[in-house]
């Protein structure tokens, strides 16, 4: 349950990639960046480990009033809420919002 690549075995997932933004990735988005000539954050690369990190953040600040965190609701959620976040992010060069 990795945050990012940065920790992760160069043997089962190749070389780390490192974005303009500092973010590590692995080098299938790092492919993916340079051969559709955008760029990407660290924010684009979506792990298991930062959705369970957010939520755990999010309930230790009292996001949930003292529910008990679960996968779904929760997880589910945050993961919706981190992908329809990023998809706003311009990727293209410009500040214009992407047509999703």
């Known amino acids: 349950i990795n ?3 940065g920790c992760m075995s160069p043997y089962e997932h190749g070389e780390v990639f490192v974005l303009d933004d500092g973010g590590e990735t692995d ?6 960046e340079r051969f559709s000539d955008v760029t990407l ?4 690369n979506l792990t298991t480990g930062k959705i ?3 939520v ?3 309930e230790r600040k009292g996001h949930y009033l003292g529910r008990t ?3 779904v609701p929760h997880i589910s959620n945050a993961i919706q809420d981190w992908i ?3 998809a706003a992010i311009p990727v293209d060069g410009t500040e214009l919002k992407p047509e999703v």
């Open 3 to 5: 945050i990012d690549a």
């Open 27 to 32: 080098m299938d988005l790092g492919n993916y």
């Open 41 to 44: 954050t660290s924010d684009h």
């Open 52 to 54: 369970y990190l957010h």
């Open 56 to 58: 755990i953040e999010a």
């Open 69 to 71: 965190v679960q996968v």
């Open 84 to 86: 329809s976040r990023v």
